[in-house]
């Protein structure tokens, strides 16, 4: 056993420095009204002496924890086998390491794990929170509201719509307004795969769709569906079945699909994991791709695209950058103040914001 070993105190770098406790606690803690040639005095004393300030005591003064909770509504099993949370924790990790921020991961098994959650928040842990990966059902968002945490949400929220005629964002039923998000051109990205399949001259174009509890998956599906109108007068409700955005749902949904249309002749797949499962079923049922069915998948996550083969034509969203822009709009709303200013003026019918990263077919072997 070790002997604990005495840490230096805010008096003795006042006495290095030559200057009061209260100089030096006004410079630890990045107060103002302390001369330069002070404060460099100060940020001496500290270096030498190796100083690490009580986070406890800093956070009494500055009201900051220098902690961000990432909270995934996964259970941890799928959060460790889907790189798609790798990446995105990924650009949440290096902002907020860029910031001097802590990351607190917190992750939800069943509805128990949301009431620990929700009452860890509530405490006073953390300074915000960003949450994805949300379902519809998933009480997370409320539960949240509740506990009065800034708060950035990755993916459209279910209660977020977009109007059509002039592609505003207003919320559903008065409820949850004034949140801020942000997420990817889903269905743009699903508009861009379909048109470049039946630019092939591919006329049975199926999907795979993700999990429809997920706005996500929804997004990708009307964008489907709306090219498929669009260019062939109605889409075949038998050329869509649902998925779940992992392998071993591709791999049901492939065969499900080739049991109910043996003609189909391409696959826009939800997700890159999705695509992998169903490019094992097609090579075990003996179709040649692309020469038979051309597939396309969303995400172009490097983990699984080196995997497949052929090499894969997908829909690249840029996922760590997603996570880094998250991460960067609730550090700077906490800076200023925003997220406590929607929170309180939510009830007034605040839109919500959302940021929408563009998206890019990135064409390979597949299709």
Known sequence: MTEAVSRPTLEAVAERAGVSRATVSRV?????????????????????????????????????????????????????????????????????????????????????????????????????????????????????????????????????????????????????????????DNRGGARAAVRHLLDLGRRRVAHITGALDQTSAVDRLDGYREVMADALGASDPRLVVESDFTPSGGERAMRELLDRCPDVDAVFAANDLTALGALRVLRERGRCVPEDVAVVGFDDMVPVTEQTDPPLTTVRQDIEEMGRLMARLLLQGLADGRHRERATTAAQGTPATGVILPTTLIRRASA
Do not use: M
């Open 28 to 184: 630890v803690n990045g107060g103002d009204g302390v001369r330069e040639p002070l404060a460099e005095r100060v940020r001496r004393a500290v270096e030498e002496l190796g100083y690490v300030p009580n986070q406890a005591a800093r956070s009494l003064v500055t009201r900051r924890h220098d902690a961000v909770a990432v909270v995934i509504a996964e259970p941890e099993t799928r959060v460790f086998a889907d790189p798609f949370f790798a990446l995105q924790l990924r650009g949440i990790s290096k902002e907020l390491t860029a910031h001097d921020n802590q990351l607190v991961l917190l992750l939800t098994e069943g509805r128990a794990d949301h009431t620990r959650v929700a009452r860890y928040l509530a405490g006073g842990h953390v300074d915000g929170a960003l949450v994805f990966s949300l379902h519809l059902d998933d009480p997370l968002p409320g539960l949240i509201r509740d506990a009065g945490v800034p708060t950035v949400f990755g993916g459209r929220p279910h209660w977020d719509e977009v109007t059509p005629a002039t592609g505003s964002a207003r919320a559903r039923a008065g409820e949850n307004q004034g949140v801020v998000y942000v997420d990817c």
